[in-house]
């Protein structure tokens, strides 16, 4: 039995505006016009204070939301639908993933974090990250990638889906370092930075990916159904 799996991504750069929020129905709508839905959100640059939270859980999803360093400022949202979901919210943890830094940044220290779920009978795994700067971003997206191979690999799930704002672009010519290398095995869809990539045995396509330019932000919102089967 086949199933799919939305995700989408949008680093949001604050959401302390009602722009924001009506973007993000616009986005909705439009997913759900050409017959797919959003199962799985990530946010990345939210406010503790902004207006997308309480609009994602008055929307059936449920919500973490942490902060992208360990030391306050902006935060990333995880959302999982909870339609879809099978697994016991209040049972669920959002983990960060500590990459040991060694590099100079030129900016604040950042993270990945990660959800274990099951979500339409299958057992998943989620990240999203918004990468750091300097020689940071290539330590970030090292262990980033090494991680959600790992799990990929594994026999304990049968989707891994790392997304998010990895200030970092797809190869524009084989003999560059690009985001995909870090991601062996793995397909999706990618705009400038930000990237959605499935790998795992139950993956077996990725639709039409789509972006959405925002007039908020200087990111697009990305979206990808992936195909899901035995």
């Not at 991504?9 to 973007?23: A, H, I, P, S």
């Not at 959302?79 to 016991?88: F, Q, V």
């Not at 797809?170 to 003999?175: F, G, K, S, T």
């Not at 908020?216 to 979206?223: L, N, P, T």
Request: aromatic content about 12%.
């Amino acid at each position: 039995m086949s199933e799919t799996i939305g995700i989408l991504t949008w680093n949001v750069c604050g959401d302390k505006n009602e722009n924001r929020m009506e973007e993000l129905e616009e986005i909705f709508a439009d997913i759900e016009k050409v017959g797919q839905t959003v199962d799985l959100i990530c946010l990345q640059e939210t406010s503790e204070d902004g207006v997308l939270l309480d609009y994602l859980r008055e929307n059936h999803f449920f919500c973490f939301q942490v902060t992208e360093g360990k030391n306050g400022g902006r935060c990333y949202i995880v959302g999982l639908n909870l339609e879809a979901l099978n697994s016991d919210p209040e049972r669920l943890c959002l983990e960060r993933l500590w990459v040991n830094y060694e590099g100079p940044c030129s900016g604040p220290l950042r993270y990945p974090v990660f959800i274990d779920f099951e979500m339409k009978g299958m057992n998943l795994r989620l990240y999203t990250v918004h990468s750091p700067f300097g020689n940071s971003l290539w330590e970030c997206i090292e262990a980033y990638g090494q991680d959600a191979e790992t799990a990929a690999a594994s026999d304990a799930f049968a989707g891994v889906f790392a997304t998010g704002d990895f200030n970092l672009k797809m190869a524009e010519d084989p003999e560059q370092a690009g985001i995909e290398q870090y991601f062996d095995g793995f397909i999706g869809f990618s705009n400038q930075w930000d990237h959605i990539f499935g790998g795992g045995p139950g993956i077996t396509g990725v639709g039409t990916g789509i972006n959405y330019p925002s007039s908020c932000s200087d990111h697009d919102a990305v979206y990808v159904p992936f195909e899901m089967g035995e």
